[in-house]
């Protein structure tokens, strides 16, 4: 039997949750075959057999959090038929009753070195069924210690004495062995040829106290278990609430021209595939800022001592999914077009919401936009993606009655921003500035050209 161990499924990965088990206990699978689902804290992500084998017993079941090198499966190596229990009969006497196995025996094919191999033929030790190493294997060793245990007699033991009552003569004769008392029974002692008093009967065990439960739940009520993405999100947003201080700056954003320019190059976009939405704008604009406020494309390194100002700009871009919120990144966006930021939006979009996305995909991020287009609301307070130390939060365009440069009520379009920042490293100063670099390149999108965009 093979142990099936949770592997290393990405760097920094400690734990991974049970999402969907492929096989079920009696069914083959084939090497390189998807075997389970598991999600972390970065992707989910399938987890193939590393061999062709025959699922005996999963260990870890769907809602289960298991540590890297955990064992979540065994498996019967080479084995493509269910296991069956040998019968013993009359003919075959049964074999003598060793100590437990450990659960990592061998079994059908065995993998053994050559040391190992050759000493069990010198022995007569059948490989099959001795334990193995960490990797399935069967080492000189361990022949060796199955050779001791053959040769060490196994000790004897010697049936229990049964010493008889001893009866009182009563007149020379012998008095009949008193009635064994029940266990529960126990002699009182007499004093001055007093009887003994009689035994205080038992007191009735107390009810057990029901532990209150922190939710209880009505017969109509609806019961989601919490697991998978949900408490994938909520360990997040608890890991970030507690470990960064939040501090938040707003700005109101006067994006009419931005309208008009985007108003004009839909049709354009479109010819070439790319349904254009305001986000490609803003990310542009973010990537601008954060080339001249650098803090905010940071990492704070808290074991280390130290702040890592990133110098790659990597921004992710919070998705709503059946499953809940995800972020996925738009990698190296300094060095894509607004097409181009427009097309890998949609593609990362389209993943995540079918569950298609990869680990590249939701990793990796510096920054990040959360954004919910035409119902964005007026203002809210986005939770910073931790370890990032900024998070841009883009709320709805609206017409609205506004004064010109010629002091003229116009209708124009306005649209709230609002940046949550660490204030463990980014200074409200820097972070003031760094959103009114952003207006700026969206109040006037011909600095997107000027910037070679």
């Known amino acids: 039997m093979l142990e099936f161990k949770l592997p290393e499924i990405g760097e920094g990965v400690v734990e991974g949750e049970i999402v969907r088990w492929h096989k079920q206990p009696g069914e083959p699978v084939e090497a390189n075959e998807a075997l389970v689902e598991v999600m972390t804290d970065k992707a989910t992500i399938e987890v193939p057999s590393p061999v062709a084998a025959t699922v005996r017993e999963l260990k870890a079941q769907v809602g289960d959090i298991c540590a890297v090198e955990q064992v979540i499966a065994i498996l019967e190596v080479g084995s493509a038929r269910p296991a069956t229990s040998p019968v013993a009969t009359a003919a075959t006497p049964a074999a003598p009753t060793t100590a437990a196995a450990p659960s990592n025996m061998s079994s059908g094919s065995v993998l053994a070195t050559p040391a190992a191999r050759a000493l069990a033929r010198e022995e007569g030790i059948d490989l099959r069924g001795l334990p193995t190493d960490d990797r399935g294997r069967i080492t000189k060793q361990d022949v060796l210690k199955a050779a001791e245990a053959a040769k060490t007699p196994a000790p004897v033991v010697a049936p229990p004495v049964v010493t008889p009552p001893v009866a009182a003569a009563v007149n020379g004769k012998a008095a009949p062995a008193p009635a064994a008392a029940p266990p529960s029974a126990v002699a009182a002692p007499s004093s001055a040829g007093k009887a003994a008093p009689a035994p205080t009967p038992a007191q009735p065990a107390a009810a057990p106290v029901r532990q209150p439960h922190a939710a209880e739940a009505a ?32 700005e109101q954003v006067n994006v009419t021209k931005l309208v008009r320019l985007r108003q004009e190059a839909k049709a354009a976009a479109q010819e070439q595939g790319v349904s254009l939405t305001f986000l490609p704008f803003i990310v542009k604009a973010v990537v601008h800022a954060l080339k001249k406020y650098p803090i905010v494309n940071a990492e704070l390194d808290e074991a280390g001592g130290r702040i890592l100002v990133k110098k790659r700009y990597n921004i992710g ?6 499953q809940g919120l995800m972020v996925p990144v738009v990698h190296g966006a300094d060095r894509l077009s607004i097409l181009d930021i427009g097309r890998e939006i949609a593609r990362l979009g389209e993943a995540a919401k079918n569950g298609t996305a990869k680990r590249e995909d939701l990793t990796g991020g510096t920054f990040t936009i959360s954004s919910l287009g035409n119902i964005g609301g007026v203002l809210a307070t986005p939770i910073i993606n931790f370890p990032e130390v900024g998070i841009l939060g883009v709320h709805a365009i609206r017409k609205t009655p506004i004064v010109d440069d010629h002091n003229n009520i116009v209708v124009g379009h306005l649209m709230n921003l609002s940046v949550s920042l660490d204030h463990r490293v980014v200074d409200g100063f820097e972070g003031a500035n760094f959103l009114q670099e952003v207006r700026r390149f969206l109040e006037d999108p011909n600095l997107l050209l000027l910037a070679g965009i």
């Not at 871009?317 to 059946?322: E, G, R, S, W």
């Open 219 to 250: 017969a109509d009520d609806e019961v989601i278990p919490f697991r998978g993405m949900r408490r994938r999100i909520a360990e997040a947003m608890t890991r970030s609430y507690t470990s960064a201080v939040h501090y938040t700056y707003v």
């Open 317 to 322: 871009v919070a998705a709503a999914t059946d």
